[in-house]
């Protein structure tokens, strides 16, 4: 069993920065592949980032250059630095994983950015 709690969500300004992590706990060698996802109501979850175990990082494009997601030491935490926030950046932000060998798919309750003046 796998669990993933996200943090660091909260109130920011326009233009300001915000530090997202996640951690993993249970059976971490499960994981592999660390996916960052947010969703905003009334629409559906929006892939935004993932970091491979060896720090490889991919970006959805609309927050290319703005966001960077890394892993941590362990490699059973992830960060998500967003920088030159916007009003669109509001949303929940996720942490996901896809169990190797189970292909459980595991998410954390979530953590909520608000980015207004």
């Known amino acids: 069993q796998v669990q993933l709690v996200e943090s660091g969500g909260g109130l920011v300004q326009p233009g300001g920065s915000l530090r997202l992590s996640c951690a993993a706990s249970?059976?971490?060698?499960?994981?592999?592949?660390m996916d960052w996802y947010r969703q905003t109501p009334g629409k559906g979850r929006e892939w935004v980032a993932t970091v491979t175990a060896r720090g490889a990082a991919t970006y959805a494009d609309s927050v290319q250059g703005r966001f960077t997601v890394s892993r941590g030491n362990p490699e059973t935490a992830t960060y998500l630095q967003i920088h030159s926030l916007r009003p669109e950046d509001t949303a929940v932000y996720y942490c996901?994983?896809?169990?190797?060998?189970?292909?459980?798919?595991?998410w954390g309750p979530g953590t909520q950015v608000i980015v207004s003046s």
């Open positions: 249970g059976t971490i060698a499960l994981v592999k592949n």
């Open positions: 996901h994983a896809k169990l190797f060998i189970t292909s459980e798919d595991i």
